[in-house]
């Protein structure tokens, strides 16, 4: 044989899948396979990921049987970080000291630039991880009713009209904080009386 076929049949392989001679670069690089490469071509090992069967295999591979027990343990992993994030800022509603359905308060109004850098998630796992309070970001946790009229008198709503001028935000956030603190009177979502 001459030089040139030599080293032609060199740079070609035969496909497990399809069982024709290819050149090496129709496989891919697999450096753990004699030669470097796979077994298989590239068409055929495309196919084979697509069909159904391999699809299924990797499902079963992922999950097993009981992929609604991952699913059901990912929940659980993810209210531990938020409930031990929870515990860290005190556990209770800074304004009334309830203790259900708390909520992370951007003190300073700036959590819609925050969420955009770091979502909630991250946040949380963030807080869980270092075990102490964020240094970058001021949070107070607040109960779900105080922490939407908060967020009502930032946007200059209070008791359903609209405020015009920073004293009327201020003079509103006040009463807020008088009517809950002071006589520890529970408000509604209008900031009135129950």
């Not at 955009?116 to 998630?121: F, G, N, P, R």
């Amino acid at each position: 044989m001459s030089e040139v076929t030599m080293e032609a049949q060199a740079a070609m392989r035969r496909c497990y899948g399809c069982t024709e001679a290819k050149p090496l670069d129709e496989f891919s690089c697999d450096r753990s396979k004699p030669g470097g490469r796979s077994y298989q071509c590239k068409s055929c090992k495309s196919a084979y990921q697509a069909s159904p069967e391999r699809r299924e295999q990797r499902r079963q591979y992922r999950y097993g049987d009981g992929q609604e027990a991952v699913l059901a343990e990912k929940r659980r992993y993810n209210a531990r970080v938020r409930q031990h994030a929870v515990d860290i800022y005190g556990g209770a509603c800074a304004v009334c000291g309830a203790t259900d359905g708390l909520e992370f308060d951007h003190a300073n109004g700036d959590g819609a630039e925050h969420r955009k850098a770091e979502s909630t998630k991250s946040m949380l796992l963030r807080i869980h991880r270092t075990g102490k309070r964020l240094e970058d970001v001021e949070l107070a946790l607040l109960c779900s009713r105080h922490h939407g009229m908060k967020t009502g008198v930032e946007r200059g709503r209070w008791q359903g009209r609209r405020l015009s001028t920073v004293a009327e935000l201020h003079e509103a956030l006040e009463a807020l904080l008088t009517l809950s603190r002071g006589r520890g009177v529970l408000l509604n979502s209008d900031g009135v009386d129950k």
